[in-house]
């Protein structure tokens, strides 16, 4: 009975642990962050709507090319004296009355401003989509910053582990030491309150890991974040190979690629379309124009009888009044704009000052992208020689550090200076780290100038 209450424990403790594996939190990779993130993103959906909105616009636009066709129909009553519409005549009753018709219009030439309205609509899709496309780029980045804070953030916290580990060794060292007589007590209270900064620290790095990984949580728009975690990709690698090329290059390739550069034109092109269209209203309109009305009186009728005698007859069907009633009426319309208090020209000329501004906005754009690949490149090279740098100064810290450690064992070394030198250790394990990590962002933000994403971006 025992063995088998021993194997059910043993069963039930299997699957507990069984259960637990099967429910370990997901690690994401940057890519599937990125990818998560272009898909879910509230910034992204509202360009995305932009989008849409710019399409509504396009068959707005279009529309302006064909006919207007409007239908109208109404019906009144006339008590006392009126005049009938029908017959023309004034009696002293009441009637009724119905009207049908049907106006037509198209617009013949109106001064190219709805061919030129047409051609802004297309260009105004396509700068919504670039500014989509921009709105896809910046969040790709944010996200491949926030995802490397947390490896910055969780490697620290090992280094701040690892710390605490070796001081309590040498803590529990330190005391054997004591009680031999090798050290002073005092040294021993200098390693606990060593230990107990450590533990500070480690809970200090421990919020660090967790904040990164809300405000990752948070820009993917993601839930449930309680249990949200990345994986542990700590390799510097360039892939790509982006530090062989030259800045002139990269410049270049960025010239072809970037997103803001495109958005600029298309808003140059935008611009001159504006003025295009304020410059058609300084011609002249022609407008078609046809119009089909019938009517209908219900009210009695009065008139002569074959003898000549004054009789009232009753209205005729209603249907027949409206076959015999019927009435076209077509024709041209044409306005010639003479005097319309400067308002033409006045909005022409603040067109032509936004056309001045885009021309200026696309100039500055220019230099701008020029600044921000070479600045990219420099802080990317930078970067680079910090990082190997301070794997230079962690060799040497570690090598000085262990020939502390062996005067401080055998009592060569005071615990104040040990501690310094220990101190001097971490400060370069720290440098490392964050040399480290700003030089993976640097090689990011220079790899977006030469056009590589960290995801493909597929336009929907």
């Not at 004054?310 to 009426?329: A, C, E, M, Y």
């Not at 020029?370 to 990317?380: E, G, L």
Request: contains cysteine.
């Amino acid at each position: 009975m025992k063995i088998n209450k021993y194997n059910s424990l043993v069963f039930a403790l299997f699957i507990g642990l069984s259960a637990s594996a099967q429910t370990q939190p997901k690690q994401w990779t940057l890519e599937e962050c990125v990818r998560y993130a272009l898909d879910n993103n509230i910034t992204i959906k509202l360009s995305e709507l932009d989008v849409k909105n710019a399409v509504i616009d396009k068959r707005g636009a279009l529309g302006s090319y064909l006919p207007s066709v409007n239908g109208n129909a109404s019906h009144s009553w006339n008590i006392g004296l009126n005049v009938n519409p029908v017959t023309n005549i004034a009696t002293t009753q009441t009637t009724q009355y119905s009207s049908l018709g049907v106006t037509a219009g198209v617009d013949i030439y109106k001064g190219l401003q709805n061919q030129n309205a047409y051609r802004k609509a297309k260009l105004s899709i396509i700068a919504s989509q670039y500014q989509l496309l921009k709105m896809q780029e910046d969040i790709s980045l944010n996200v491949a910053n926030a995802f490397l804070e947390i490896l910055f953030n969780k490697e620290n916290l090992k280094v701040k582990k690892e710390q605490l580990s070796i001081d309590q060794k040498r803590l529990a060292r330190s005391e054997e030491m004591v009680n031999a007589g090798t050290i002073p007590r005092g040294d021993l209270y200098d390693l606990k309150a060593t230990a107990a900064t450590d533990q500070q620290a480690i809970i200090v790095a421990e919020n660090s890991v967790l904040i990164s990984k809300l405000s990752l949580a948070q820009l993917l728009q993601l839930k449930e974040f309680t249990d949200f975690d990345v994986i542990d990709d700590t390799n510097v690698k360039d892939e790509n190979n982006i530090m062989a090329q030259t800045p002139i290059d990269i410049y270049n390739k960025a010239k072809e690629t970037r997103t803001e550069l495109k958005l600029a034109q298309t808003n140059l092109e935008i611009a001159e379309k504006n003025v295009s269209i304020a410059r058609g209203a300084y011609q002249p309109t022609l407008k078609g124009f046809y119009q089909f009305s019938t009517s209908a009186s219900y009210g009695d009728r009065t008139g002569l009888d074959a003898n000549g005698n004054l009789v009232t007859f009753g209205p005729d069907p209603v249907f027949t009044q409206f076959s015999d009633n019927k009435g076209h009426n077509f024709g041209f319309q044409l306005n010639v704009p003479i005097f319309n208090g400067f308002s033409a020209r006045n909005n022409v000329e603040r067109n032509k000052v936004s056309l001045e501004k885009s021309k200026i906005d696309f100039e500055q754009k220019s230099l701008d992208l020029q600044r921000n690949v070479y600045t990219a490149f420099t802080d990317a090279k930078g970067a680079l020689n910090a990082y190997e740098s301070s794997t230079v100064t962690l060799e040497a810290r570690q090598q000085a550090y262990n020939y502390a450690k062996e005067k401080y064992d055998v009592g060569l070394m005071n615990s104040f200076d040990f501690t310094q030198a220990q101190t001097l250790l971490t400060n370069a394990q720290s440098d490392v780290i964050r040399t480290k990590y700003d030089y993976m962002f640097k090689i990011k933000i220079l790899e977006f100038y030469f056009g590589i994403p960290i995801v493909p971006i597929i336009t929907k």
